[in-house]
């Protein structure tokens, strides 16, 4: 997969749209000095190329979803790709990532409450074949998210 090379205006793009990704492209011209056509052009290249991808993104409090853990997994000889494959279909499951170091699997989970998070970890995650052990973190408070 060959890196894209971006200049400052996909920079500014990629930044203006980050802030509000429904801004329309007459303002983002106006606000760059530049024709909406390029704006329009830039855009769907960056889409095109998978480097832009813009989405809708919610409120995971305003939703009800209050209980947030980072979980470390660990998992039993080969079973990695077998155990991502139980856990990517799951609700609660928001990020999966394969890791060097203590833990196999590092899990980001968003749950509705404490008793929610609680059920998912010893029941549904230990159900898993493969699952080998965990240790949760809970998040407290954020600090910083961005997108």
Request: glycine share 8%.
């Amino acid at each position: 997969m060959a890196e894209e090379k971006l200049d400052s205006l996909d920079e500014q793009l990629i930044n203006q749209l980050q802030i509000d990704g429904r801004t329309p492209y007459t303002t983002l011209a106006q606000e760059l000095g530049v024709a909406e056509a390029t704006v329009r052009k830039r855009v769907n290249r960056l889409i095109d190329s998978g480097i832009l991808k813009i989405v809708g993104v919610t409120s995971r409090e305003k939703l009800g979803l209050r209980t947030q853990a980072i979980v470390g997994v660990k998992v039993d000889g080969d079973s990695v790709e077998q155990v991502v494959a139980e856990l990517q279909p799951l609700d609660l499951v928001r990020y999966i990532g394969v890791a060097a170091g203590e833990f196999d699997l590092i899990l980001e989970l968003v749950a509705r409450s404490n008793e929610e998070l609680f059920t998912f970890l010893t029941q549904t995650l230990r159900d898993i074949p493969g699952v080998a052990g965990s240790q949760t973190s809970l998040i407290m408070k954020v600090w910083k998210k961005t997108h």
